[in-house]
């Protein structure tokens, strides 16, 4: 059987010891009696995945969410996914090929983000958001930092900033095993400049300001901004979180890289793969110059700590890998990615694209409407903040169907959402050239 040139050719492509996983599965079914012996070779082919990643599986996300955790957040722009299949062979990724000399890892990727950022005065990339402020907090406050062996320092933190982000992982868990010690100040809803005043001391190693991510506090609320913590004297570090490197007027209250830094951060930590749109990274950005009022013994500029944090022994554990490199940098340098795209969307025509879709599968026979509906950003981005957007909906039963198609129907599953009863499947995260694909996926569920 393996020596059948079909076989021969999945081998190639997919590995021998998955095809072969397929044929012995296909002839456990004859001597089961549930297939024909001369339907074996058509059945294993029928049973090959794609790829060789077989655990994965395409997903269109028909949630409303942007940027949705659990289907891996931002989707790559074209032209990072041809930038990968570059990186995918050998490349120059620490090689000068002018002087054949090692070169600065990820020189590509580290002047497009410094171009997107014309404020910083110098930037660094490591594997995630955490990884990033895990790095900070080390080389500014962990073990070895306090001026004797083994010392540990202070980062200051207002109380409602210790939030707890995806998947149980908590902030102030996450600092403390760095080794730094954390010294809250303030109440859970409102803290106050002469909080961290007071609690600034020899001991302090920064001061940390946290995006509360999904998390919101209304009402009886105070915070301080970061042009009052950046004249306090310890190095500003503000994680911004979602990646957003500059002011998106659609999302006036979520923070970005360029004005944190011009208002005072030393430095900022963000990730890569949200709003940005590009793959996971954590980002850190540092700015030109101390802030005016910092003590000339902590007058480091966020470039000097940039500096030191990529000569950090640990900085190498984080180090990210050349497939992110490639990807971030044509991220940032390229066309908008998807994400970018998305969050633009013009109502009026997702409406007209929920119209047509839903009136093609009515045609089919199929029970559709197109709804009004409202998206987010997703991945801790805008809390709050909500996207009009239009969906398409169907009877309940369509959620549970569209995320495991049935055998012989789209290789593509589609994660919608429950509402009222019914399934929606919203368009504002998805891209119109999808759309055909979301039609074959609806009219592939059994009646």
């Known amino acids: 059987m393996l020596a059948e040139p079909r076989l021969a050719e999945a081998q190639h492509r997919l590995g021998r010891a998955l095809v072969k996983r397929a044929v012995l599965a296909a002839q456990q079914r004859v001597r089961a009696g549930e297939l024909a012996p001369e339907l074996v070779l058509d059945a294993t082919l029928a049973a090959l995945p794609d790829t060789a990643a077989a655990s994965l599986h395409p997903v269109l996300n028909a949630t409303g969410v942007l940027l949705h955790t659990n289907l891996g957040r931002a989707p790559l722009s074209a032209a990072a996914l041809a930038a990968l299949g570059v990186a995918a062979g050998t490349c120059d990724v620490e090689l000068d090929l002018a002087t054949g000399a090692r070169g600065r890892r990820g020189r590509g990727a580290m002047a497009a983000l410094a171009a997107a950022v014309p404020t910083a005065g110098a930037v660094h990339v490591v594997n995630n958001g955490a990884a990033a402020l895990a790095l900070v907090a080390t080389a500014l406050a962990g073990p070895g930092t306090g001026g004797r062996p083994g010392a540990s320092r202070e980062i200051v933190i207002a109380r409602g900033e210790l939030v707890e982000i995806g998947d149980g992982f908590r902030i102030p868990e996450l600092l403390a095993a760095t080794g730094a010690r954390l010294h809250e100040v ?165 409406a007209r694209r929920a119209e047509a879709l839903a009136g093609r599968l009515r045609a089919a026979g199929l029970d559709a409407l197109a709804v009004p509906s409202l998206g987010t950003v997703g991945g801790g981005g805008a809390p709050g903040v909500t996207l009009p957007s239009a969906a398409v909906a169907l009877p309940e039963r369509y959620a549970a169907a569209l995320r495991q198609p049935a055998g012989g129907g789209p290789v593509t599953a589609v994660l919608g959402r429950l509402e009222g009863g019914r399934c929606l499947l919203d368009l504002r995260a998805l891209a119109e050239e999808l759309d055909e694909q979301l039609y074959a996926a609806v009219c592939a569920v059994p009646a």
């Open 186 to 350: 303030g109440a859970t809803n409102r803290v106050h400049r002469r909080d961290y005043v007071d609690a600034i001391g020899p001991d302090t190693g920064f001061v940390l300001k946290v995006h509360p991510s999904n998390f919101q506090i209304t009402g009886f609320t105070s915070a301080v901004s970061i042009a009052e913590l950046s004249t306090l004297g310890p190095p500003l570090v503000v994680d911004i979180g979602s990646g957003l490197l500059a002011a998106e007027p659609l999302l006036p209250d979520e923070p970005d890289a360029a004005t944190a830094l011009a208002q005072g951060a030393t430095l900022v930590t963000a990730s890569g793969d949200k709003l940005l749109g590009g793959p996971q990274a954590g980002l850190l950005l540092g700015s030109r110059a101390p802030a005016p009022g910092r003590e000339p013994s902590t007058g480091e500029s966020g470039a000097q700590l940039v500096e030191r944090l990529r000569r950090h022994p640990l900085a190498r554990a984080l180090r990210v890998d050349k497939l992110t490199l490639a990807a971030l940098e044509a991220t940032l340098a390229g066309p908008e990615p998807p994400t970018t795209v998305a969050l633009h969307a013009d109502p009026a025509e997702l």
